[in-house]
Every structure is written in structure tokens, then in C-alpha cells.
T-cell receptor, first 113, second 113 residues
């Protein structure tokens, strides 16, 4: 069993829709949770960073972490064609010392104009 | 400011050969990490270096090695290449503030024939 599970999709939604992306994990030592966006032929770009449980909002993006259920989500409101990319969840146990990130497989998202 | 730069961007090797990939971190960043991303998968942690010392190593065979130079740039070496080493190799850097907040380069795409 992988430490981090993520539905690979692909996921296609019409422009303006609300998108929900999710990951589950098995390692209870994870404390830091991130969402990266990766465009084709590019490196991952950090979108959201959350410590422990709770919600965080940044513009059209909202990240939620539920450590009791080992479940994290990313919501995208008013989705735009430019949001079409692969979304990767990532997690780490520490932010000091070995800051190894464990990634999900990524969900490929297409926003249809 | 220049981001994380990696070279070469693409390369093709044959089985059994050796490859060296290079990475220059963001100016002022002293930590460099390497990740392997196989097509359709999330990045997997290979190494982390900080101040020229290895701080973490992922579950990769000894054919993989790396080093960090006094100017904080880094090289990843892979010996005795296998077909399964074909992947996008990502370098990421960070400073000590929020040390698990990584900025990735665009990667070096390695094809092993």
C-alpha cells in the first residue's frame, strides 16, 4: 500500500465549475501538507501549504486537512482553462532536518471552455 | 531572479551507460533535493543535501549518487543505466525558512534505450 493515495483521473469539468481533488494517506507522522500544480513539461509549482488540520484559503483555492481521517482536499472555485494541469498532493513529517516530501500520483485536470 | 536551473533538459542514453545531471539552486538557497518522476507518477525522493552534506536518502539503489558543491549547486549521477531509469529528474531548492517549501526546476528528461 502506498503511503499517499491519489485518484489519477483524468478529470474533466466545464469552465466555472467547482473542482474537488483529494488524497488519503496512511502515515500518521505527516504534519505538513502541500498541493503542487504541474503543467506539461514543467516542474511542480507550490499552490498551497498547510500545517496540521484545518482549512486555508488563497483566492479561488481552498485546502482542507483532516488528520483524524488522514484525508486532504483541494477545492478550486470558478475553474478556468488555465487551471488545466496535473495536481499533486505532497506531505512531509518535518520542516527541519530531512524535509523529504512524499507525493501522490497526481490528478490530471482539464477545464473545458 | 533566476529560479532553479537544471541541465541538460533532455538526454538519451543506452543501457549500461552513466549520466550526470546538474542543478543550480535559487540564489541564497543552501539546500538541494533530487526527485525522480516516472511518467504518470508523482515525484519520488532520491536525495537531499544541505551545506554540502547529505541529509536524506530515498529508497534508490547505490547506482544513484549525488554531491553538492561549495556554491550550493549539485550533481546527480546514475551509473549502469537501466530502462526503468527513464524519467524526469527534478531538482528542488529551499532556504531554511519553511525548509520543506520546495521550489522545483523544470527537470531533466532522461530516456534510456
Amino acid at each position: 500500500q502506498k503511503e499517499v493515495e491519489q485518484d489519477p483521473g483524468p478529470l474533466s469539468v466545464p469552465e466555472g465549475a467547482i473542482v474537488s481533488l483529494n488524497c488519503t494517506y496512511s502515515n500518521s507522522a505527516f504534519q505538513y501538507f502541500m498541493w503542487y500544480r504541474q503543467y506539461s513539461r514543467k516542474g511542480p509549482e507550490l499552490l498551497m501549504y498547510t500545517y496540521s488540520s484545518g482549512n486555508k484559503e488563497d483566492g479561488r483555492f481552498t485546502a482542507q486537512v483532516d488528520k483524524s481521517s488522514k484525508y486532504i482536499s483541494l477545492f478550486i472555485r470558478d475553474s478556468q482553462p488555465s487551471d488545466s494541469a496535473t495536481y499533486l498532493c505532497a506531505m512531509s513529517e518535518s520542516n527541519f532536518g530531512n524535509e523529504k516530501l512524499t507525493f501522490g500520483t497526481g490528478t490530471r485536470l482539464t477545464i473545458i471552455p | 531572479d533566476a529560479g532553479v536551473t537544471q541541465s541538460p533538459t533532455h538526454l538519451i542514453k543506452t543501457r549500461g551507460q552513466q549520466v550526470t545531471l546538474r542543478c543550480s539552486p535559487i540564489s541564497g538557497h543552501k539546500s538541494v533535493s533530487w526527485y525522480q518522476q516516472v511518467l504518470g507518477q508523482g515525484p519520488q525522493f532520491i536525495f537531499q543535501y544541505y551545506e554540502k552534506e547529505e541529509r536524506g536518502r530515498g529508497n534508490f539503489p547505490d547506482r544513484f549518487s549525488a554531491r553538492q558543491f561549495p556554491n550550493y549547486s549539485s550533481e546527480l549521477n546514475v551509473n549502469a543505466l537501466l530502462l526503468g531509469d527513464s524519467a524526469l529528474y527534478l531538482c528542488a531548492s529551499n532556504n531554511r525558512a519553511g525548509a520543506n517549501v520546495l521550489t522545483f526546476g523544470a527537470g531533466s528528461r532522461l530516456t534510456v534505450l
